[in-house]
């Protein structure tokens, strides 16, 4: 009975307590982001305002992050610009979203110090 106990705590804990208690760790949107190649890039398809952060990266010391509020249906217009701020060499790209009043963060990861984008 106390395994099934802790069990059920944990998941409580995990998936309703955290809601009011921490609800930045629910605040993640990017699955709310159409594709780069859409039309406007980068959407919001979801029905909330969205804080949206993308970087463009050329190396492990050049890349080129932007940040907008993206209302719904609403895309970004700035990636050209930004791909040529970059001046070539595009290899990789981070992207999140966040749902509002929350922002894209990076902070490190507590197991291995690792940035890592989150929503706080």
């Known amino acids: 009975a106390v395994p099934i106990a802790v069990i059920s705590w944990m998941a409580f804990d995990q998936f ?24 406007p ?9 969205l804080s949206f952060t993308y970087c463009l990266i050329a190396s492990p010391t ?10 719904p249906g609403e895309g970004v217009g700035d990636v050209d610009s930004a791909m ?3 001046g070539g060499g595009f ?3 981070r992207r999140m979203a ?9 902070k490190p990861h507590p197991n291995n110090g ?7």
């Open 16 to 39: 309703l307590l955290s809601r009011f208690t921490a609800p930045w760790e629910h605040a993640e949107r990017t699955r709310c982001i159409g594709p780069v190649d859409g039309d």
């Open 41 to 49: 890039k980068w959407q919001n398809t979801c029905e909330e305002p």
């Open 62 to 71: 050049h890349e080129v992050c932007r940040s907008h509020r993206l209302a």
């Open 84 to 86: 040529a701020e970059l």
């Open 91 to 93: 290899v990789n790209m």
């Open 98 to 106: 966040c749902a509002e009043p929350y922002s894209v963060m990076r």
């Open 114 to 120: 690792r940035l890592q984008d989150v929503c706080g």
